[in-house]
T-cell receptor, first 116, second 114 residues
Framework: DQQVKQNSPSLSVQEGRISILNCDYT??????FLWYKKYPAEGPTFLIS?????DKNEDGRFTVFLNKSAKHLSLHIVPSQPGDSAVYFC???????????????FGQGTILTVHP | EAEVAQSPRYKITEKSQAVAFWCDPI?????LYWYRQILGQGPELLVQ????????DSQLPKDRFSAERLKGVDSTLKIQPAELGDSAMYLC????????????FGPGTRLTVT
């Protein structure tokens, strides 16, 4: 049961253009969403997050959009740079109650390649 | 900038041997997670600690895997005996808990079982 899905295994973009990475989820209990960037043989690096009470969050070149009714989120990178080439994972979590938050459920990842 | 530390970075072991991984979370982070990532997939949670207590170990293969966080700071994940299917990246993450729910990951341990 894949609760978080990234349906595009790869994306190729020209330097300076916009990169749009998409993610869908099925669990309506998820209320916090994150995007991570990962290079081979390294751990995921946190990029940006969004709470379910918002529909947009922006940090520099990165913007995340959340459409709760469609259970869909997207990450926009503008402008794209060759150094952005990596695997991008979306992840979601719900409130586990008490003093802790729940585990992250990850998508399968999208390989982004930005060509000079 | 504070980081999650993990060691070793790489480990090669023969099947049926024991192997252990260590993680030191960001200082002050109450919640610690161990994930396993198989190539081509997203990380999956093995065990979650809140301070020294296990919150979620439902996906931990308890016949061969164990995890501890005795003083509520650093943590050790052990596999005994290792099997070929355990070859993966083992990732540790931490989060502040009530003060914040973003999880920050360490560099991971790449395990190869031969």
């Amino acid at each position: 049961d894949q609760q978080v899905k990234q349906n595009s295994p790869s994306l190729s973009v020209q330097e300076g253009r916009i990169s749009i990475l998409n993610c869908d989820y099925t669990n309506s209990m998820f209320d916090y969403f994150l995007w991570y960037k990962k290079y081979p043989a390294e751990g995921p690096t946190f990029l940006i997050s969004i709470s379910s009470i918002k529909d947009k969050n922006e940090d520099g070149r990165f913007t995340v959009f959340l459409n709760k009714s469609a259970k869909h989120l997207s990450l926009h990178i503008v402008p794209s740079q060759p150094g952005d080439s990596a695997v991008y994972f979306c992840a979601a979590s719900g409130n586990a109650g008490g003093t802790s938050y729940g585990k992250l459920t990850f998508g399968q990842g999208t390989i982004l390649t930005v060509h000079p | 900038e504070a980081e999650v530390a993990q060691s070793p970075r790489y480990k090669i072991t023969e099947k049926s041997q024991a192997v252990a991984f260590w993680c030191d979370p960001i200082s002050g982070h109450a919640t610690l997670y161990w994930y396993r990532q198989i190539l081509g997939q997203g990380p999956e949670l093995l065990v979650q600690f809140q301070d020294e207590s296990v919150v979620d170990d439902s996906q931990l293969p308890k016949d061969r895997f164990s995890a501890e966080r005795l003083k509520g700071v650093d943590s050790t994940l052990k596999i005994q005996p290792a099997e070929l299917g355990d070859s993966a990246m083992y990732l540790c993450a931490s989060s502040p808990g009530l003060a914040g729910r973003t999880q920050y990951f360490g560099p991971g341990t790449r395990l190869t079982v031969t």
